[in-house]
């Protein structure tokens, strides 16, 4: 038993990510049982001894520790991008051309121009049966994935507003040091892209229909952390405001910040329709505050707990109570990626979605620098999405 | 006994805010024992017979339905004005020349230019010893209150960022019909004036300082509505957000709107510095969450019923546990404006006060025309204020 | 104006009770338009000074410190009773016995036996037109008498189960004195008469029906408090649990307790039916909690935000969104009383629904001191109320 | 890699209990990397087929239909048995005959005799280095050992009164079938050992004493339900209710049902002491109340986000912010039974620990059988626990 007959997988980088992929190849055929079981065949990193370690405990046959070796093998058919953001093309642009899947951390790069030439690599590999995706696991969260179904059903009629933010705290210290993350060349941009990306993913998946319009705000609170080798200039954001349009004319505020003393990881997305409204908040990822004016005359938000079997992807998981965690969704995410490989189909988020998200979050960097002023986001728009 | 000594009041308007106005006036004495009581004089309207039914009902002595013979009256000491917006200015400016206390219910005027007015009659009454001030109530919110003193003594240390919004959802329906308040020549503004002065004026009542520069956007979501005569051109706002810079550079996001659905009457504060965070919202008045982590150092948002009697105002009503209604925070302004007029002191807020709004709503609303680019609020400042 | 022609009011009591029924008789004209004015003629007390106090503020036109004096008068209508429990009965039956329509503060009064008497004394009175009612306020909490309203329709099916708990923390600290309200003698009982009595009241008033049979434990957790003159022993409970039965077979549990730290005033009941919940915590008043699965397929709790001009008591009050105060309950009461003594009607609750409470308060009792095991309550059951 | 070297495991059952129970096998290597990696070995069960499934699905390298014939295998260390409780005593027994360490699934067994055999026999293998554990699952919630520890520490004060219940709505429809979980000889008792087990489990496990005295009440809602054969009645409790004293004197009222509309898995606690409180909901199980009057003068419950390295198993998972699931819970705990294994330590909870859970449900049923009156526990109380 136990013979896993799919396709095999190797993740690149093993830290943080690396661990909940890990999670997530292990576990899938546990849960997904009509998925095909994945070989966890290669964790790719670059300290040899860490990464044994790391192999071994999650679970995987080998290691390796130059990308390069892995995306030709054999016994690879999908590769797994974890690493930092720089490093998403290139490792990606080589995988497509040996003919993997791909599937790649959000943000799916660091610049448009190079999510542009992966959008284009993934066209291309699509006619040879290539499959590819961005990993925004949020659209995984069954509550999330609730209310999107909730809004193409015209449960809450037509969207006119959206009331987003992605809050977290870790940065309130101003003793905190310097990171990779706060470094331009290193992270691309801050708190916009990091978490700024979520929400826009988000804002696509639940409105299904691009944002075209842009404009932003940066700040950067603590300039100047504590290096290695003295004070540093921060160089990204610590907290980004913006004011979006979409296509059909829904306005949409987003915050997003590392210094907002007190949330942990607090996305929060309201959603204002002309008969209803949703509400959410990943500290408490299992639960969707809904009002449907059709069903209760009287209103009111209703907390459902978002454990049902007739709820997305809860038949995979526990009876109604109990709760799912953070991890749940790459498990859930690695099961919509495996059942897109088997079929050949285009799994949700696309490449094309990332690069969407991309543009956004470029328009709002270029309006920052304009002092606010609206900034149009280029066409095309998301590609259409399986259902 | 109940022979009332303080000064006399007339309030001009004797619909809602005139409703809870009189409520204040005539409760006021029962719970701040300390304060002159004041004689309910005149209730002042148009309409002699409603008039005199709501004068019976509210309690006043007697009745005018027009405000020129009454702020003349030898009889009244206090003008408080409860009309829409676009009267404020003619009725305040009368009253000063004939040396009356004024108190004008926000927002202070329609406009910047009849707001600065005020304040120059204001200032030359001040000399005469005449006391004015703005009613923005929810200053006299004791959960705000307490807010205020709390980031003044530096509980939550420095401020860095301000997430503010005010949601109301009277306005979903395309069918609710064409009001007053939906024309611009009327209501001078739409849920910007209405509920986006409230937002701006705890800004500057919490942080203790101006708002300088904004970044707005207006949607009117409903551009027409049925009218008496066929429908008719909505020419105000139905939801605005802006993105706000104060003087020491703390950024505040602030989203109102009469279309979010599901919300009553939600003016919505997190208010986050770089030692703790305060949040509140006006549907639960009684609660202020507190985080100050020199206290806790686990962490986590404190849910403070804002009942005991060493929070703000709450000596003067009941036991702790027992909560108050949003009618209450008129009753409190009313006893600190009386304490004014016996001290002949400056209460907050001043019609000062009241311009420093305006003149952001007015940046606001500036910024908006040009796509969101971001636009200076003229100085001066607000004055100080007293504690 | 402001003359009013309806009963002249004596209330008996200016403390903390005094103070809450004094702001009823003061403001229920203003909202309660269609209802007779009553006159605020006579506050009775037994220090001079301290009482003449209060008559000023609270607004009344006479004092008196013998509430026997008071009972006859011609100006007195109707009689207020807001004394410690043990007095309720002499001055409730004297009052009757003189024609008076009479409020008594709840309990109706310390004993089972006093409460017998004043039920028939108020049925004797009843055949001459005499009005009485016990003020259990919180029936006039808008989102407990929709909760009433609600059962009653049976939008939530056959009720079950019923959750309940009225939990305090101002005896928690060991070092807080003796009062009167620990003596046996002088208040009766402790926390199961104080805030037990709510919850039974509510009980009956939820549900439509009597409690017939109780089990129930006591617990006095601090024995000894300092006295004035050192050391003395506290003789009542400071915490009570019971579970009741209701005539059709419902099953509650009650809990209350003066020792539940971080808990202010937290009335808490959850009604379970067949088809539907409902839940409600005193200190956010304004909300219910309402689960109705005929309407809502998905489930989960609705926070229904009492405040629409639909719901009960408000078309009276404030337009919708605006939230009431504690205080508010005393003022609708007082509007009902005052309509049912215009009409010569009952009101809810009754001297027998006092008496109802009492007798299931006994049970508990009288079950504690047998370990536990059930005691029936004595019929008769309370009397049919009006809607 | 992937060898495991640690103990080798069977599961005995394959449906809900062994898919949890699977599932935590599986990943506890991954989270807990000090802990000696078992080998998952046998999954047992009655259909082949069925079974063949599972243990493909959830990764067992090898099936058996008889579980006496896996008791005794070489390749077998660990005996983890998640059958119907009727069954537990049988194969403990003989696992533990066999030398195996055995972890069974809560409650220990149906009946306190069979409880009390196992514990004998735990007693005796214990001396020849086998290791036993009851699988009270909640002990590993993070929040609730969190909770433990602050009492322990004394955070809260000296504790006074616990407030819990665990509240499920999976039988409100009286239309749901009759299924083994509803017939005393199968099931033992209803909601009462099912989820009261969890409740006072949880009693003992947060004041670290034992419960010595009881008084309940059963209810059986429908007594009657459709089985295969026509109407059939149900033999056990749909709900129950208990006050509960413990040894230093604490009051604990308990309620649990599985009518309570709306309540999924609701176990909710809420312990007050003298100097603070602790509040608890399963479903918010990343999150406890906390109220610590020594750090916070204010007062106010804090919502603490138990998701922090410094919390208990949190170093285990991931960083802060990032929520778990129901499930983590197994897996925590086979981390806790496998180091008790390797280190011949006595994990908790023991099966002397399910037995004193299983004597105090034993005492309620009879207080319940005697209309409530209180029935003492009787000695031992459970053994002392490791930290």
């Not at 659209?139 to 969207?159: F, K, Y």
């Not at 300039?223 to 610590?238: F, I, L, Q």
Request: glycine share 8%; proline share 6%.
């Amino acid at each position: 038993m136990t013979d896993a007959t799919g396709p095999g997988v190797a993740v690149v980088g093993y830290s943080f990510m690396g661990k909940a992929h890990s999670n997530a190849w292990r576990n899938v055929g546990a849960f997904f049982p009509d998925v095909p079981r994945p070989r966890r065949q290669v964790l790719v990193g670059r300290d040899p001894a860490a990464l044994k370690t790391a192999a071994d405990r999650y679970g995987w046959a080998d290691t390796a520790t130059d990308w390069r070796d892995v995306v030709t093998r054999d016994d690879v058919d999908v590769v797994d991008i974890c690493t930092p953001g720089h490093l998403h093309a290139e490792i990606a642009l080589a995988a497509l051309e040996a003919g993997k899947h791909v599937l790649v951390e959000k943000p799916l790069a660091n610049t448009v121009a190079e999510s542009e030439a992966l959008v284009a690599a993934a066209a291309a590999a699509a006619e040879r049966g290539v499959v590819t995706m961005t990993g925004f696991n949020y659209r995984r969260v069954p509550a999330l994935a609730l209310a999107r179904r909730m809004i193409a059903e015209g449960r809450i009629g037509t969207v006119r507003q959206v009331r987003a933010s992605y809050l977290q705290d870790w940065l309130v210290d101003e003793a905190a040091p310097m990171t990779w993350r706060l470094r331009r060349e290193s992270a691309g941009s801050g708190v916009l892209g990091d978490l700024g990306s979520h929400v826009v993913d988000q804002l696509h998946h639940l409105l299904g229909e691009p944002v075209v319009a842009a404009s932003g705000h940066l700040r950067t609170f603590v300039p100047e952390r504590a290096g290695d080798h003295g004070p540093e200039p921060v160089t990204v954001d610590d907290a980004a405001w913006a004011t979006l349009e979409t296509a059909s004319g829904v306005v949409a505020s987003v915050e997003v910040s590392r210094m907002a003393t007190s949330r942990k990881n607090a996305l929060q997305l309201e959603v204002y329709g002309t008969t209803g409204s949703l509400s959410f908040d990943l500290e408490r990822l299992n639960e969707l505050g809904v009002d449907d004016r059709a069903l209760d005359p009287d209103g009111g938000v209703r907390r459902v707990l978002v454990t049902e079997a007739t709820h997305p992807y809860l038949d995979a998981w526990w009876p109604p109570g109990h709760t799912l965690g953070w991890d749940s969704t790459f498990t859930s995410q690695a099961a919509d990626f495996l059942t897109a490989v088997a079929n050949r189909t285009q799994p949700s988020p696309s490449f094309a979605d990332g690069l969407a998200v991309q543009r956004v979050l470029a328009a709002i960097e270029e309006s920052a620098g304009r002092s606010g002023a609206r900034v149009d986001v280029p066409a095309p728009a998301p590609t259409p999405q399986e259902s």
